[in-house]
């Protein structure tokens, strides 16, 4: 693997693992194929922008001729496919978007890597795809309970990328991780909302009673884990990703007051989701036995991560103040306050 084609490379965690294959492999080419929806920022790559072993294509992973042009004009051998619809709280309100990205989506890609004769396709999953975990942790074998539009066709990329490795041999192999936070986070996830909007001493909205349950882990860990799997892991395998560690959504909200000093008079519960799971949890002792683990606790990430939305409104505050985003925040949160608790 040395060209590696790194599909929604201008998103979150796709920008982060651009960071760091450049970083960490000198003789690595890697091209970012990106559509640049609302979360797709080349703001995001600035820092990597004049790398000669970087380039972006603008474009659509569901636009098979643009993807195959890449393919050839690169000479990619390795496709990591981080491009998708992420949030659920959209995919309530605009699932298909979700069905034709994730699934169709992931479709095209596999299609070309089958054509090319690739040396490697990774996907990039989600524990969501197991659905909500109220007892013990969830395996690789587990079956799939998906209960949001968004876990649904995550599942159904994953689905499509096992049946071409079982189906035509294309070499593939799937990560599925926890919820990621790091820096160049867009500011509609959870905690990059919630550190802006308390910079702001803004209320930080809190769905139900808060109780939810989920393992948050730095982003470049997860970037570690997914190139361990690319190097060490085998084809036709799934492997998760996380920090084995749960925490409640209210306390992490408060941690973030804590980290800047802000009253918890900032909370403000709201009516809960429609299919809001209660707790996610993984096993992650298959990606461990490859050698891989989870360099930060969950407070040094969180801590990290604060720091860095503290030292770069340049960032998002752009974001934050854009007609387009005031409007997704007003449509998903106003009225819908509750009692608190």
Same mark, same amino acid.
């Given at each position: 693997?040395?060209?590696?084609?790194? &599909?929604?490379?201008?998103?979150?965690?796709?920008?982060?693992?651009?960071?760091?294959?450049?970083?960490?492999?000198?003789?690595?080419? #890697? +091209?970012?194929?990106?559509?640049? &929806?609302?979360?797709?920022?080349?703001?995001?790559?600035?820092? #990597?922008?004049?790398?000669?072993?970087?380039?972006? #294509?603008?474009?659509?992973?569901?636009?098979?001729?643009?993807?195959?042009?890449?393919?050839?004009?690169?000479?990619?051998?390795?496709?990591?496919?981080?491009?998708?619809?992420?949030? /659920? =709280?959209?995919?309530?309100? =605009?699932?298909?978007?979700?069905?034709?990205?994730? +699934?169709?989506? &992931?479709?095209?890609?596999?299609?070309?890597?089958?054509?090319?004769?690739?040396?490697?396709?990774?996907?990039?999953?989600?524990?969501?795809?197991?659905?909500? +975990?109220?007892?013990?942790?969830?395996?690789? &074998?587990?079956?799939?309970?998906?209960?949001?539009?968004?876990?649904?066709?995550?599942?159904?990329?994953?689905?499509?990328?096992?049946?071409?490795?079982?189906?035509?041999? /294309?070499?593939?192999?799937?990560?599925?991780?926890?919820?990621?936070?790091?820096?160049?986070?867009?500011?509609?996830? +959870? #905690?990059?909302?919630?550190?802006?909007?308390?910079?702001?001493?803004?209320?930080?909205?809190?769905?139900?009673?808060?109780?939810?349950?989920?393992?948050?882990?730095?982003?470049?860990?997860?970037?570690?884990?997914?190139?361990?799997?690319?190097?060490?892991?085998?084809?036709?395998?799934?492997?998760?990703?996380?920090?084995?560690?749960?925490?409640?959504?209210?306390?992490?909200?408060?941690?973030?007051?804590?980290?800047?000093?802000?009253?918890?008079?900032?909370?403000?519960?709201?009516? =809960?989701?429609?299919?809001?799971?209660?707790?996610?949890?993984?096993?992650?002792?298959?990606?461990?036995?490859?050698?891989?683990?989870?360099?930060?606790?969950?407070?040094?990430?969180?801590?990290?991560?604060?720091?860095?939305? /503290?030292?770069?409104?340049?960032?998002?505050?752009?974001?934050?103040?854009?007609?387009?985003?005031?409007?997704?925040?007003?449509?998903?949160?106003?009225?819908?306050?509750?009692?608190?608790?």
């Amino acid at each position: 693997m040395r060209n590696l084609m790194i &599909t929604g490379g201008a998103g979150f965690i796709g920008s982060n693992f651009v960071r760091y294959i450049l970083e960490r492999y000198s003789d690595y080419r #890697v +091209v970012v194929y990106d559509k640049l &929806t609302y979360a797709g920022n080349l703001d995001n790559l600035l820092d #990597v922008a004049q790398n000669p072993r970087y380039a972006f #294509v603008q474009g659509d992973i569901c636009d098979a001729q643009a993807v195959r042009e890449t393919i050839r004009r690169y000479d990619v051998d390795t496709i990591v496919n981080f491009a998708a619809e992420t949030h /659920v =709280d959209r995919s309530l309100t =605009d699932p298909g978007s979700f069905i034709m990205t994730d +699934v169709f989506g &992931t479709y095209v890609l596999l299609e070309a890597a089958k054509e090319f004769g690739l040396e490697r396709y990774h996907q990039v999953g989600t524990d969501e795809v197991y659905g909500q +975990v109220l007892e013990g942790s969830s395996v690789e &074998t587990d079956p799939l309970h998906t209960r949001s539009p968004y876990s649904a066709s995550k599942a159904g990329g994953d689905m499509m990328v096992l049946a071409y490795y079982a189906s035509f041999d /294309v070499p593939a192999t799937i990560t599925r991780g926890s919820n990621n936070i790091g820096p160049y986070q867009y500011p509609e996830k +959870v #905690v990059p909302l919630f550190i802006t909007n308390a910079i702001d001493d803004k209320p930080l909205p809190i769905y139900g009673d808060g109780l939810q349950m989920r393992d948050y882990q730095y982003v470049r860990d997860h970037c570690e884990g997914i190139d361990v799997v690319l190097h060490k892991g085998r084809v036709g395998e799934i492997y998760n990703l996380g920090t084995g560690v749960e925490t409640r959504n209210i306390d992490m909200a408060r941690l973030i007051l804590e980290l800047l000093g802000k009253p918890e008079s900032l909370i403000q519960y709201i009516t =809960d989701r429609p299919g809001h799971d209660r707790r996610y949890s993984l096993d992650v002792s298959k990606i461990q036995a490859l050698g891989w683990r989870s360099q930060h606790t969950f407070a040094q990430a969180l801590e990290a991560t604060v720091r860095w939305y /503290v030292d770069n409104e340049w960032w998002w505050r752009k974001i934050k103040s854009g007609e387009q985003y005031r409007e997704y925040y007003q449509r998903h949160y106003a009225g819908r306050e509750i009692e608190k608790k």
